[in-house]
């Protein structure tokens, strides 16, 4: 039998202590690293959601202008494609403080997504004749409904019925 490989050197408390020091940090680091991969995804999910819900109610910014709009840069666009997503990434940032069944929450997020846009911001409005196209219209039909679910949940169907009724005759 060969005789067992002995390293040129000693294993002494000093080294031990040194390997957990290099092991400490390396751990260190890659916890940085991930912190910044989820910093970054978070970022990239903020910018296709914003993007993706504003491209529905017809705006007509990418991500690359929504990015530009984050960091500050200018973008050739129209002035109220620009104010909703600006609106949309300020009220991106309170999601996580709202609740949604809290109705002040809803009306906060309103005034924030409609801030420049329209007159009438944070308060429900009185009659469905006032509906307009585009996201104040969708969050318009939206809040109406969520109000009356809140305030009336007994007669959430008639609530339903109405606005269905409503909606059709515009």
Do not use: C
């Not at 949940?153 to 909606?167: D, G, R, T, Y």
Request: net charge neutral; proline share 3%; glycine share 6%.
């Amino acid at each position: 039998m060969s005789k067992a490989y002995q390293p040129p050197y000693r294993i002494t408390s000093k080294i031990i202590h040194l390997i957990a020091q290099i092991s400490e940090a390396v751990g260190r680091l890659s916890v940085v690293s991930d912190t910044e991969k989820s910093l970054r995804l978070r970022r990239i999910n903020r910018i296709k959601t914003i993007q993706g819900s504003l491209a529905i109610e017809g705006n007509t910014l990418d991500e690359a202008n929504i990015t530009d709009i984050l960091n500050g840069k200018r973008v050739l666009a129209p002035q109220k494609e620009i104010q909703e997503v600006r609106n949309a990434l300020e009220v991106y940032q309170h999601f996580e403080e709202w609740q949604p069944g809290n109705e002040q929450h809803l009306l906060e997020a309103h005034k924030g997504l409609m801030r420049g846009l329209i007159d009438e911001i944070g308060t429900y409005r009185e009659l469905l004749s006032n509906l307009v196209y585009g996201l104040s219209g969708i969050l318009f039909i939206l809040f109406y409904f969520v109000y009356f679910m809140l305030r009336d949940p007994i007669n959430k169907f008639n609530h339903i019925n109405h606005l269905s009724q409503s909606v059709m005759a515009s």
